[in-house]
């Protein structure tokens, strides 16, 4: 009795440890996880192509770090599947782009609203995360107008739903600017009403050695997340240089002049100061 005591008692022993090591194991892999925080942009670049912008990164002692060269399987959602797109890696800041073909083909709903989703699967270290985004095809067009020195842009704007292009129904805001290499130059915004929009650009925008200039229209509404239509155009102000003058003979002359001129007055100075040595 006593020795069938002792072997339950082992058992119950060895139980209890195998339990005890399970938990402090389970409890080490999940405080060794760390969460990771995604990201998505997508942006409609008219007659171009489509630009998908994720991030992905952590925080530590609170604050952001990237996740650097994380797998992310980009996904087109229809209602009772997923498709993956391709799969893109992060950068050493965390960032991961994919530029999809103006003519990719996606599933619709019936509101022409699309789903693209974002899959980080996570490892040993980061835990798994995901974003989506919906969109709706939006097409802008603006015809560059210069008459009587009064610089206009027309814009129009139609949505696709249901393979038919249709003006939209609401509102839609946008904005001008001047493409600068810090900080873009805002020159206007406004409305796109029942599809159709009129900006009226300055004539003193500063430009490059020709006066051209890189307008950009952007429409940044939740259905159809940002899109931009840009136009290069020499309605700027053309960079002036500075000319330098040539010297003409008149100058060279005189610079010689002076020139010939220090040089005596040293060497006279010079057999002055020998001559009174030599009397002293």
């Known amino acids: 009795m006593t020795q069938l005591f002792n072997i339950n008692t082992k058992s119950l022993w060895r ?28 942006k409609q670049i008219v007659n171009e192509y489509r630009l998908l912008e994720v991030t992905i990164r952590t925080r530590i002692d609170g604050k952001f770090q990237a996740i650097k060269n994380a797998p992310i399987e980009i996904l087109m959602v229809s209602e009772d599947d997923e498709v993956l797109i391709t799969t893109i890696n992060s950068d050493e800041n965390g960032f991961a782009n994919l530029a999809i073909d103006k ?42 107008v210069d ?14 739903i249901q393979d038919s292009m249709t003006i939209p129904e609401k509102e839609i805001g946008y904005e ?37 200039i890189k307008l950009i229209i952007l429409v940044d509404e939740r259905n159809y997340q940002t899109v931009e239509l840009s136009k290069t155009i020499d309605w700027g102000t053309p960079l002036i240089k500075e000319v330098i003058k040539k010297k003409n ?32």
């Open 103 to 144: 003519n990719y083909s996606y599933f619709k709903d019936d509101e022409g609203k699309y789903t693209i989703k974002a899959v980080y699967k996570g490892n040993d270290t980061y835990k798994k995360a995901n974003k989506k985004i919906k969109a709706r095809d939006l097409f802008i067009n603006g015809d560059f």
């Open 176 to 212: 001008v600017f001047v493409d600068r290499l810090f900080a873009d130059l805002k020159l206007a915004s406004g409305d796109i009403v029942n599809g159709k929009a009129q900006i009226t650009i300055p004539n003193d925008i500063p430009g490059d050695n020709e006066g051209n």
């Open 15 to 42: 139980v209890s440890f195998l339990i005890i090591f399970c938990l402090i194991t389970i409890s080490a892999i999940a405080q060794k996880k760390q969460k990771a925080y995604m990201s998505i942009e997508y």
């Open 147 to 160: 008459k009587d020195s009064i610089k206009t842009i027309y814009i129009s704007a139609l949505e696709l």
């Open 249 to 280: 003979a008149a100058t060279i002359s005189y610079v010689a002049f002076m020139i010939t001129s220090i040089i005596v007055i040293a060497i006279f100075g010079l057999l002055l100061s020998k001559r009174i040595s030599n009397k002293s």
